[in-house]
């Protein structure tokens, strides 16, 4: 996509295009393409109009309803924040008065889009020009353009006095290969710029690769991890007067939100676990529950104080699985009833699962090298009953648990 296929998809030709292209998304793209040119359309008309159509259908899972009007990139969608992070992300902004912000590097615009719905005042840079076009059309589908204003240009010239607060999502994966990058020095803009905005600007928020390193977090700032229905999304550094505290899991759910809702901002806190990242909890042997805590408790560090919550203990020190007597409701964990410790022997666990009867289970691991297809094979399972094996050390030994859902 250039900046001339996005002025024709502009027009009102291209607007019919894209109507018509929404109807054939998802389809056989052939027969679509077909489709479109017997109408008499361009064939390079059709060709944009069909994946835009086709990229705004594998939006809908990141924005929703709104996807239907956006103009995306393959690219910029893979690295678009969900909707329901940006949401949250504005909201908290909001709440500590922020009024003006810069978004530097704002890629097809989720988070500017989601602080100028929240009410602020948004001057959103972006270097790559069909991308920043993109970003100024999507605030101006969403009826935002004069709350949030895109320029195309290097962030790191912009002037950041203009602005109370700025938000940085550095582009984390190659431009042009569109491989990941995983050491943040490698990031676009680079990180020594990302990490000195907070000297610079009262209000910094930084949004991170999940995998993070904690010896990167710069000193004085909250970092929080974020998870969406138990799926691992995003780090933010909140710096200056944005940093609460050390560490910060926020839970959010977007599978409760209902269909009818969807294009309505969901501004809710979600779940949220605090703590310094530094508690050690205890560890004990193998009780009746096991609790598999969610993968932003475990980023965050902060398994201690679930345990702390729940009167949990770990088997082993090094393993982020927690062992309770009781089974207690916590959005932080998913919680199994153990029905049985095995040290792990495939024909012991074999002849067990056979006594039983089970025919189906979901493997879970933590600190075991075993791979679960491999090993569900090896189990050549057969019955009628299901439950769940826990693959996992317990005082250093490899050790399978055996467990059902918790009742109720
Ligand atoms: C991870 S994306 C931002 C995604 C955005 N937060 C969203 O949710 O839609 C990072 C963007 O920064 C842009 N970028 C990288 N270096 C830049 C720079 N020096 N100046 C301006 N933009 C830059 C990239 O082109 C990319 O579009």
Known sequence: MDLDQLAALRTPEGSAALATAAGLAGGDPLAAAARLRAT???????????????????????????????????????????????????????????RTLADLGCGLGADA?????????????????????????????????????VECG????????????VF???????????????????YSPPWDFVTG?????????????????????????????????????????WCGRLAE???????????ERPPADASAPSTGAGHQLTGDGNAEAAVGPVRRFLYDPDP?????????????????????????????????????????????????SLKRLRALLRERRVGRVEILKRGSALEPEQLRRDLRLAGDAAASLVLTRVAGAPTVLVCRPVAG
């Open 40 to 98: 008499g359309m361009p064939a390079e008309l059709a060709a944009a109009a069909l994946t835009q159509a086709e990229l705004r259908r594998r939006a809908v899972g990141k924005f929703g309803a709104d996807a239907a009007g956006m103009f995306l990139t393959r690219a910029g969608l893979e690295q678009a924040t969900r909707r329901v992070v940006a949401d949250r992300r504005a909201a908290r902004l909001r709440a500590a008065g922020v």
């Open 113 to 149: 889009l989601a602080a100028a719905r929240a009410g602020i005042r948004v001057y959103a840079v972006e270097a790559d020009p069909t991308t920043a076009a993109m970003a100024a059309a999507n605030a101006d589908a969403a009826g935002l353009a004069d709350l949030c204003t």
């Open 296 to 344: 932003a408790v475990v980023r965050a560090h902060l398994v201690a104080e679930l345990a702390g919550e729940l009167g949990a203990t770990l088997g082993d020190p090094t393993i982020a699985y927690l062992y309770a007597d009781t089974a207690a409701p916590t959005p932080f964990a998913r919680c199994l009833e153990i029905t049985d410790v095995l040290p792990f």
């Open 154 to 165: 290097d962030a790191t010239a912009f002037d950041v006095t203009r602005v109370e607060a």
């Open 245 to 255: 505290l050390r560490r910060r899991a926020t839970l959010l759910r977007e599978k």
């Open 168 to 186: 940085c999502d550095p582009a984390r994966r190659k431009a042009g290969t569109g491989r990941r990058i995983f050491d943040p020095k490698s």
């Open 197 to 237: 905005l907070a000297e610079r600007v009262p209000y910094t928020v930084v949004k991170v690769a999940p995998g993070l390193d904690h010896a990167l977090i710069p000193a004085g700032a909250e970092a929080e991890w974020v998870s969406v229905d138990g799926d691992l999304v995003e780090a933010a550094l």
